[in-house]
Every structure is written in structure tokens, then in C-alpha cells.
Nanobody
Framework: QVQLVESGGGLVQAGGSLRLSCVTS????????MGWFRQAPGKEREFVAA????????YYADFLKGRFTISRDNAKNTVYLQMNTLKPEDTANYYC????????????????????WGQGTQATVSS
């Protein structure tokens, strides 16, 4: 079992930045595919970004248009989501997810393929 703990959410004005972190409990973090998803009130959970085990490949939702960056530090068992130029529509609960399943390309955006989930961290962007 892998436990995921997110942090870094908060209240920020539009145009500002937040950096989310997700720390895992496993010592096999370097074998995990990691993703960030978000869910706004009244909306379905949606894919934000994902990263391959070694960090060489990153995947992003089209709507981000380069505003967010996912990265990982395998020595710290941590994945990050740097969020810049935030907009009110980015307000959501952000979830970290992990899987050991081999994922190819577009698979990374499919939430049902992730086996482990954190409790989420709330990011609120005011206008």
C-alpha cells in the first residue's frame, strides 16, 4: 500500500502561483507513475499533469497551455506541481495519484488506471 500526502494548497489571487507537493510512503517511489488530478465543486475529476517514473516524460492537460509544470525528486519520494498564472477557474481540490501499472502516452490521463490516491489539497484562486 502506498500512502500519498499532498500539501501546498491555499488562497492566492489571480495571476499568482502555488507549488503543490505530494510525498509518498514507499521506498519504491522511482517505479511509480505519478499524476495530478483536480476536482472543482459540482464537476467531475479531471486530469492535470503526469510524469513517468524517471521524470523524462511529462504529460499535461491541453487547457493548461504551459502554466503548470510537474516534476519529481526520487530521492525525496516527492512529486511537485508548480502552478503559475493561476486563474479563478483553477480553483479545485488537487489530488496526487500513483500507479505501478505500465502506462503509455494517453493512459497517463486516465484516472481509473491509478491505484493510489491522496486526500487532496485545496487551491483557491480569487479574482
Amino acid at each position: 500500500q502506498v500512502q500519498l500526502v499532498e500539501s501546498g494548497g491555499g488562497l492566492v489571487q489571480a495571476g499568482g502561483s502555488l507549488r503543490l507537493s505530494c510525498v509518498t510512503s514507499t521506498n519504491t517511489f522511482s517505479s511509480l507513475r505519478m499524476g495530478w488530478f483536480r476536482q472543482a465543486p459540482g464537476k467531475e475529476r479531471e486530469f492535470v499533469a503526469a510524469i513517468s517514473p524517471g521524470g523524462r516524460s511529462q504529460y499535461y492537460a491541453d487547457f493548461l497551455k504551459g502554466r503548470f509544470t510537474i516534476s519529481r525528486d526520487n530521492a525525496k519520494n516527492t512529486v511537485y506541481l508548480q502552478m503559475n498564472t493561476l486563474k479563478p477557474e483553477d480553483t479545485a481540490n488537487y489530488y496526487c495519484a500513483a500507479t505501478r501499472t505500465l502506462l503509455l502516452g494517453s493512459d497517463y490521463s486516465t484516472s481509473r488506471l491509478y491505484d493510489y490516491w491522496g486526500q487532496g489539497t485545496q487551491a483557491t484562486v480569487s479574482s
